[in-house]
């Protein structure tokens, strides 16, 4: 699990614990203190920019055998310094580099050491947390230039990686993953024009993702899925 201390990560991780199939839970994040401490919770951390960092926790976690499941719940919407953009006039080539870098150049490099360590038989995912506005042919409204492309971009690396996993098990899966609007730090500015009951705790979305994986069947790998298994249009 990648990205352990945000909302979404946060709740995964506790759900995920609380599984009776689950033996352990490797929880990563840049700061492991960040990581809420429960039985067979281990904590690691990483650096989403720091390829190395990601390197040497694979070969950490690759010690203890095959993965059966890794997901990435790490991203970024905007900072103290920029925010989701207007119009393309407010397009700021360093923002949209940072906002890259970490919704989609990060999970990229995990999906590079991590899908390696994946079982090499029976029904291993790799899932990474993208968003409904990252999806080209839903999209009406426009705006939110980095956002919506950097995630469209993730679409793509896990379509791809989905490929190239097939031919290695073909009943292994790569999906990305739309966990609705949640009640985190990265949706709070927005929360005012969401839908009454379309905010949804992290627990709740968690809960749903997890449901949504555990639906999964190999026709399903590269493409990407809602928080209540609808699939969305690249």
Known sequence: MFGASGGVGRALCEALAHREDVAVVHAGARNVESVERRPRVEPFAFDLKQEQSIEAAAERIGEHGPLDLVIVATGVLQ??????????????????AEVFAINTIGPAVIGKHFIPLLRREGRPVFAALAARVGSIGDNGLGGWHSYRASKAALVMIVRNFALELGRRNRGAIAVTLHPGTVDTALSEPFQSSVPEGKLFTPAYSAERLLSVIDGLEGKDSGHQFAWDGERIPY
């Open 79 to 96: 900072t103290d310094a920029y925010g989701p953009e207007k119009s393309w006039s407010a397009i700021d080539p360093v923002a949209m």
